[in-house]
């Protein structure tokens, strides 16, 4: 149960990073190989944001790989697909097909198996 526990924070983590992501991006407007796009790119605070999220998930993730079997360790990542199709529905407002939401139990089942 720890594992799972610690693997849920490291998914969320993973899952905002790329929340984050999609916005800088959506900031940053069209790409130029000039200094005043890459100077406007250190102000946009979206990356940073991303920047944090995605380090606080890979010591979490140092931590898993020390501490765990990897065997039941590596599975736990597909939790950010759980994560990703929640925030999707959520911050993006897009429609989740019942499919998906399917494959999204059977991901959780996995997990619960894979971690008892």
Do not use: D
Request: proline residues 3%; glycine residues 8%.
């Amino acid at each position: 149960m720890r594992l799972f526990l610690i693997a849920v924070v490291q998914s969320m983590l993973l899952c905002g990073g790329q929340v984050l992501l999609k916005f800088a991006l959506q900031k940053m407007g069209g790409f130029a190989w000039t200094v005043h796009f890459f100077a406007s790119q250190l102000t946009n605070w979206w990356f940073l944001g991303c920047g944090i999220c995605y380090a606080a998930a890979t010591v979490l993730w140092m931590y898993i790989i020390k501490n765990f079997p990897f065997s039941m360790a590596y599975p736990m990542i597909s939790l950010s697909y759980v994560f990703g199709m929640l925030t999707a529905m959520l911050i993006f407002h897009e429609t989740i097909p019942v499919t998906r939401w399917i494959g999204v139990a059977l991901i959780m089942g996995g997990c619960i198996l894979v971690a008892r």
